[in-house]
């Protein structure tokens, strides 16, 4: 099964992705940690040089590129359910998880990671943009199969393991 996690920058979809992986022995692939080890540059230096249109682009196709693997879980970029119908795409490929902390969780993760994240840069009222933020990217991520509200210490990993080995016995 493929198992994909979608949900805002910040709400622990590489931290969950990772710990899942480990605890149901799969394979384990951040989307946006791929697309800079195949570009040779970061994702903030792709949204500089070519622009957002021109990442969601590439972001898309190398989504795509893992059609013929048969198992995986995935941390996706917090914009990729949003474009090129990457939301219809994951959902028709494998299984898709919306991580949903409430946005004061999301602002304190973020807090510290402005300058990396190209989406952030120059934002004064972080709290207001991701609300408005989120006002956009909501419908596409309630697209999910699975819908979680982790609360701070939430140990979202082991409820999606048990969730995951319930359904598919394994």
Not at 46 to 72: C, M, N, V
Not at 74 to 90: F, K, L, R, S, V
Not at 116 to 143: C, N, T, V
Request: aromatic share 10%; hydrophobic share 40%; net charge negative.
């Amino acid at each position: 099964m493929r198992i994909f996690l979608t949900g805002f920058m910040g709400s622990g979809k590489s931290h969950t992705g990772l710990e899942l992986a480990r605890k149901l022995g799969r394979p384990f692939v951040d989307l946006d940690h791929w697309i800079e080890e195949l570009q040779g540059r970061s994702i903030r230096e792709i949204f500089s040089q070519q622009g957002e249109d021109a990442f969601r682009a590439l972001e898309a196709e190398t989504l795509r590129s893992f059609e013929k693997l048969p198992y995986f879980i995935m941390a996706t970029g917090g914009g990729a359910p949003c474009y090129h119908d990457n939301i219809e795409w994951m959902n028709d490929h494998g299984m898709t998880v919306f991580l949903d902390p409430p946005v004061n969780l999301l602002v304190e993760r973020l807090r510290g990671e402005i300058e990396q994240r190209p989406l952030l840069h120059g934002q004064d009222d972080l709290s207001a943009f991701i609300e408005e933020k989120m006002l956009d990217r909501r419908p596409f991520y309630e697209r999910a199969h699975v819908h979680l509200r982790p609360a701070k210490n939430t140990d979202v990993s082991t409820l999606l393991a048990n969730q995951f080995t319930n359904i598919t016995g394994h």
